[in-house]
């Protein structure tokens, strides 16, 4: 027998009539989550709504108050509502931010990230630039000499602001051995792809335009992002990309412009997209208009034996802008990345890098370009995903060893593992606990929303050697378990 | 005899009475002109008014059209009203951007400045970049050489985003010795002067903020200026700096955050501010509460013999950020510059670095910093300056020669020089006529407003032999009398 239960909520003027079928095959939780959502992306209720408090709902509607506690976590996660703290859980509108409110959870990405410099006897698993160990160096300046030798003073002028010609031919054709068609008008030498996702920030992003990154993201692209003036709208991450239908009904309300993502060895989650999701993906930027900026920041680092391909060699609409840094493959200190950008967005991208820093090194381009045309770029990258895979197999072994209750879903590829802590284990508690004893991780904290950021912690691989990782992970584990038996003594 | 002429405009709602004494010593243009001025800036004629017509004035004051034409021109020189092509004058309201309507004389910087190569036979006076055949390629080979040799690794990993300390401390003292006192936490290293600006833009501008630019000025500053959603108010530029009263008088009509000004050897000018003139900035920056962002792009290259002090070592209130480029004394592509920063925007400033381009080129950093400590830096300059001090006297001597009607104030430094055409001369149409005789001139096109655009050109004595500066010059002057004798004949 369907029962039907009725809500007024006079003072933000909408009526919430629910109907709630105890013999539907749906649990009541997703019964009463089903109908606000449609009510919400209906229009029904308006943006800025104050729903019902838990207590009322659940007695008006007769059921427990944990069914609506459910009902509104779903709601919360589709980012159709937010919670504030003390006053209820509202409907969001298209002018709030949706964003984790508390910022003290976002790390400054250089306190951590960047050239920051532990001592000696520091394990910094925190930092996901390649172990300097495996830099190129003698090449490097053998190819130096030779562009100094052959270009001389050249190398030292200004260059053309979209990049020296050479090295985008090259880039064309080392795009193509990832499946991705393009011509060399097509892309664009950055100094780096911090400076990449910046510049298409300014090229595209107006204040109050919406941008979509996934949760959790890289802080640096969320800067870039805040810079502009952007709303940002975070998307629930899963192990095979994007929920579809989640980020189907977030698109239809907030009409992005943009979608910031890392399809393959997402980071800090080393998540990669299905070829499905990707595909799907595709065809929601085609219907609904929006650009895709993907960052391919270490799709070079695939580990598994099935070859995986960036989203931009499956994109036929030119909805997808590629970004592609060398501060993974080659060195960070070159800054150099490189981007695909569709014909309709070009020139605005050129501005942009004008007048972000006029050109990108004109040495360092020379050098990038050699080291692609004489084979030392790809003969490296094998080099490197050799060594780096053999430290993943390693890290992995040692987090399921030493980390007793934490879990993780093997990347397969990329430069760091995300791993679940056990229950109660706060990642910022861990962290503080771990750099006493000078192993550094990075909390959970990259741009997250809700719990995840205290639940996760990343560490990266790429930095340390064999040693280091397990001696880091040892003395991890061993604080988790300190965390544990405090947190127990304290509950007795 | 004094006698009072009273215009009522009513559609705007604001009288005009106007007192127009005879007997008095200033011109009746200058009486207009003063209180109009005086009404505007109290306030008493709101933003957005429509002055009476030229012809309804003239006639209600018995005045001649003239000298109301006059007195409208001074107030559109001081930013305070602006003509609308067939509908009439009209005070600026602060809502109004103060720049040229006509977008086509913005030339894109790329087109001109950057990297853009003509071919051999071309005598390109456009480009300010220095001759590459002055750059130190074998000094740097050897100071590359030693970096790797001592740093190895470190020199490609992530920076410290503020820049490299040890070049932090180097450039702490190369500021000293141009009068500067600073220490090395207020010194950020960037990826060029571009760069520099766009930093700052990003750390201070919002959308809708008054920023000051000179006119004419540098069309990169610009463009990231307008990225950022600035409206720029163009301040009048005498050849020992800004009219004075007409600056506080915009300053206090439109409250700036920001002036973007190049004291010493402007570019495209060649302008010097006097010291008088700098120290009056800098108070009325005290006393309105803006910065002044102190492009010092050029203020190695003195050929005079007097000394000249950058606006910063003139600053007690920290209301300078100076911004010194390497483009020009070491070479362009290295893509180094620094800033000093007052301590109040240093944390929105090392956000700014992050979001842009996370960090300089560690390499390239330490390159510099050895220039500087081993002295190279100082030889490099002082033969730098002297073999352009030659190439500058030479040019203003063909200029002089050459192009007969043209006028210019010598610079005594820089690398520019910006001349006067004679009456008549486009440099829109000269630019033109030259370019087929395959020599490049910059028009006087850098964001100026009004005519001065076209009355000017810009031309370059750095990258060019002493042969090419009188090859070219004299071709100029053929086609300055080619297009007099044109339009001779075009009156007649």
């Given at each position: 027998?369907?029962?039907?239960?009725?809500?007024?909520?006079?003072?933000?003027?909408?009526?919430?009539?629910?109907?709630?079928?105890?013999?539907?095959?749906?649990?009541?939780?997703?019964?009463?989550?089903?109908?606000?959502?449609?009510?919400?992306?209906?229009?029904?209720?308006?943006?800025?709504?104050?729903?019902?408090?838990?207590?009322?709902?659940?007695?008006?509607?007769?059921?427990?108050?944990?069914?609506?506690?459910?009902?509104?976590?779903?709601?919360?996660?589709?980012?159709?509502?937010?919670?504030?703290?003390?006053?209820?859980?509202?409907?969001?509108?298209?002018?709030?931010?949706?964003?984790?409110?508390?910022?003290?959870?976002?790390?400054?990405?250089?306190?951590?990230?960047?050239?920051?410099?532990?001592?000696?006897?520091?394990?910094?698993?925190?930092?996901?630039?390649?172990?300097?160990?495996?830099?190129?160096?003698?090449?490097?300046?053998?190819?130096?000499?030779?562009?100094?030798?052959?270009?001389?003073?050249?190398?030292?002028?200004?260059?053309?602001?979209?990049?020296?010609?050479p090295l985008r031919k090259s880039l064309q054709s080392y795009s193509?051995?990832?499946?991705?068609?393009?011509?060399?008008?097509?892309?664009?030498?950055?100094?780096?792809?911090?400076?990449?996702?910046?510049?298409?920030?300014?090229?595209?992003?107006?204040?109050?335009?919406?941008?979509?990154?996934?949760?959790?993201?890289?802080?640096?692209?969320?800067?870039?992002?805040?810079?502009?003036?952007?709303?940002?709208?975070?998307?629930?991450?899963?192990?095979?990309?994007?929920?579809?239908?989640?980020?189907?009904?977030?698109?239809?309300?907030?009409?992005?412009?943009?979608?910031?993502?890392?399809?393959?060895?997402?980071?800090?989650?080393?998540?990669?997209?299905?070829?499905?999701?990707?595909?799907?993906?595709?065809?929601?930027?085609?219907?609904?208009?929006?650009?895709?900026?993907?960052?391919?920041?270490?799709?070079?680092?695939?580990?598994?034996?099935?070859?995986?391909?960036?989203?931009?060699?499956?994109?036929?609409?030119?909805?997808?802008?590629?970004?592609?840094?060398?501060?993974?493959?080659?060195?960070?200190?070159?800054?150099?990345?490189?981007?695909?950008?569709?014909?309709?967005?070009?020139?605005?991208?050129?501005?942009?890098?004008?007048?972000?820093?006029?050109?990108?090194?004109?040495?360092?381009?020379?050098?990038?370009?050699?080291?692609?045309?004489?084979?030392?770029?790809?003969?490296?990258?094998?080099?490197?995903?050799?060594?780096?895979?053999?430290?993943?197999?390693?890290?992995?072994?040692?987090?399921r060893k030493c980390i007793r209750g934490g879990s993780l879903v093997?990347?397969?590829?990329?430069?760091?593992?995300?791993?679940?802590?056990?229950?109660?284990?706060?990642?910022?508690?861990?962290?503080?606990?771990?750099?006493?004893?000078?192993?550094?991780?990075?909390p959970g904290i990259f741009y997250t929303k809700g719990e995840v950021?205290?639940?996760?912690?990343?560490?990266?691989?790429?930095?340390?050697?064999?040693?280091?990782?397990?001696?880091?992970?040892?003395?991890?584990?061993?604080?988790?378990?300190?965390?544990?038996?405090?947190?127990?003594?304290?509950?007795?």
């Amino acid at each position: 027998m369907a029962m039907t239960f009725i809500t007024k909520v006079i003072s933000m003027g909408f009526e919430l009539e629910l109907q709630i079928d105890e013999e539907h095959e749906d649990a009541k939780y997703f019964q009463i989550y089903r109908q606000i959502r449609d009510l919400i992306t209906s229009g029904a209720i308006p943006g800025g709504s104050k729903l019902p408090s838990i207590r009322t709902l659940a007695k008006n509607t007769d059921v427990n108050t944990s069914t609506v506690v459910n009902a509104y976590k779903m709601l919360e996660k589709d980012n159709l509502v937010y919670k504030r703290e003390g006053s209820g859980t509202f409907v969001l509108s298209k002018d709030d931010e949706v964003l984790i409110g508390n910022d003290t959870f976002y790390f400054e990405p250089g306190e951590l990230e960047f050239g920051y410099s532990y001592g000696e006897d520091v394990i910094d698993l925190s930092s996901s630039a390649p172990d300097p160990n495996l830099f190129p160096i003698k090449d490097f300046k053998n190819v130096m000499d030779e562009v100094l030798e052959e270009d001389g003073a050249s190398a030292f002028m200004y260059q053309t602001s979209t990049g020296y010609l050479p090295l985008r031919k090259s880039l064309q054709s080392y795009s193509g051995s990832y499946g991705i068609k393009c011509n060399e008008d097509d892309i664009y030498v950055v100094s780096g792809a911090q400076q990449g996702i910046d510049i298409i920030a300014k090229a595209m992003v107006k204040s109050g335009d919406y941008v979509f990154v996934e949760t959790p993201t890289y802080c640096g692209a969320i800067a870039a992002f805040k810079s502009r003036g952007a709303r940002l709208v975070q998307v629930s991450l899963y192990p095979d990309g994007p929920g579809i239908k989640e980020l189907e009904m977030l698109v239809k309300q907030f009409r992005p412009i943009l979608f910031y993502a890392m399809p393959n060895f997402h980071n800090p989650t080393g998540y990669t997209y299905s070829e499905r999701k990707k595909r799907y993906l595709l065809l929601l930027a085609r219907k609904y208009n929006f650009k895709v900026l993907e960052d391919d920041y270490a799709g070079d680092l695939n580990f598994s034996t099935s070859r995986i391909f960036p989203l931009k060699s499956f994109d036929n609409d030119n909805s997808v802008i590629y970004l592609k840094s060398f501060s993974k493959i080659f060195m960070p200190g070159l800054r150099l990345a490189y981007l695909i950008v569709p014909e309709e967005i070009r020139e605005r991208t050129a501005d942009a890098k004008i007048a972000s820093d006029i050109s990108t090194s004109g040495l360092m381009q020379r050098v990038l370009r050699k080291y692609i045309e004489e084979g030392i770029l790809k003969r490296h990258t094998e080099y490197l995903k050799k060594e780096l895979a053999v430290r993943y197999l390693e890290m992995v072994r040692a987090v399921r060893k030493c980390i007793r209750g934490g879990s993780l879903v093997e990347p397969r590829g990329g430069l760091n593992l995300w791993v679940k802590l056990p229950n109660g284990i706060s990642s910022v508690e861990l962290y503080d606990k771990c750099m006493e004893k000078k192993v550094v991780i990075s909390p959970g904290i990259f741009y997250t929303k809700g719990e995840v950021g205290l639940t996760h912690m990343r560490i990266s691989f790429s930095g340390v050697d064999i040693e280091k990782i397990w001696q880091g992970i040892s003395i991890i584990g061993t604080e988790v378990e300190n965390i544990k038996n405090k947190n127990r003594i304290e509950i007795i």
